[in-house]
């Protein structure tokens, strides 16, 4: 059974104030190292009696290209899928990365969305198995690939996606200070106007794959060449955007987020949001190091295997 995730669901939006970003403060949880657990054995997946192991790819210093990305995610679900069928349960895994710039198109994507040819894009173009609309990744975004076990969680897909966008909520709460919340009858987090978090989902046998992108730093110019999510009448927005928009808003002192570098603000949004998901998910990380050479090094050696079997 595959469960493709294309639900948008109806919820009651909280108002937002003309500065939403009043005021600035860093929150007391970004000075606690993130939760870590001793390796353990697979049998044991639950610890603390109530937190589950979760395998933590943490990328987000990296631009890994798409394809790879892509690749990755597919082959931890098949080990998954295996996991389970031996053990009757699997780890869960969280990916946090960057993409260099590229558009991918959900299941409900159409060409009408698109405002380049095909055939001359200004970015690479994938078709995936996600559901939702185009969007458009690229550096400055902070994309977290969840690959869990819904059966250990919440075997209900709703719940599912309001609860990646109630990570992307609280991080903009505690971490900013800026009042985010989901529209009726779409998907994201949005302030005001602006989606600042898109997600897409693919489920298979309880299984998660993809899954969201929240804007901090990025470049908002290559969305011009799309109709992000298929929505035509509202606007994409970032932190960094909301940020400095709220500087003319001060009144009394900057808070110290307004002068943070890109890469401080990427490193800031990343702790709080692992932080978030830990807390959200109830999970305990173990850190699981690969690179993009390794990355690279595996997808060559399954288009090999594929090759011999072929």
């Not at 779409?186 to 929240?214: D, E, F, M, P, Q």
């Not at 990025?218 to 709220?246: H, N, Q, Y």
């Not at 173990?286 to 288009?303: A, G, W």
Request: charged letters at 20%; aromatic letters at 8%; proline letters at 5%.
């Amino acid at each position: 059974m595959t469960l493709l995730s294309v639900y948008c669901l109806s919820s009651v939006p909280s108002l937002v104030s003309p500065c939403p970003s009043l005021p600035l403060w860093p929150h007391s949880n970004l000075h606690k190292p993130l939760s870590y657990s001793k390796p353990s054995k697979f049998t044991s997946l639950v610890i603390k009696s109530d937190r589950r192991i979760c395998e933590l790819i943490d990328l987000h210093e990296e631009q890994v290209p798409y394809e790879l990305a892509w690749s990755l995610q597919k082959e931890i679900v098949k080990e998954k899928k295996a996991q389970i069928e031996k053990y009757g349960d699997c780890s869960d895994t969280l990916i946090v990365l960057q993409h260099p710039s590229v558009y991918t198109l959900g299941t409900a994507s159409t060409e009408e969305n698109l405002n380049f040819d095909m055939k001359s894009a200004p970015f690479h173009v994938y078709r995936t198995e996600r559901g939702g609309e185009v969007t458009y990744h690229g550096p400055g975004q902070i994309v977290m690939y969840p690959i869990i076990n819904l059966r250990r969680h919440k075997m209900d897909l709703h719940w599912y996606l309001r609860t990646l966008e109630e990570v992307v909520i609280r991080v903009l709460s505690s971490t900013f200070s800026i009042q985010a919340s989901r529209l009726e009858g779409l998907t994201g987090v949005w302030v005001g106007n602006k989606k600042l978090a898109a997600i897409g989902i693919r489920v298979a046998h309880w299984i998660t794959y993809h899954g969201l992108a929240l804007n901090v730093t990025t470049d908002m110019s290559p969305f011009k060449w799309i109709v992000p999510c298929g929505i035509r009448d509202r606007e994409v927005g970032s932190v960094k955007g909301l940020l400095t928009e709220a500087r003319s808003c001060v009144s009394r002192g900057t808070g110290y987020l307004h002068d943070l570098d890109d890469a401080s603000l990427i490193q800031t949004t990343y702790k709080s949001m692992v932080e978030e998901f830990s807390q959200v998910f109830m999970l305990e990380y173990q850190s699981k190091t690969i690179s993009i050479p390794m990355l690279c090094e595996r997808e060559k050696f399954s288009l090999m295997k594929e090759t011999q079997q072929g």
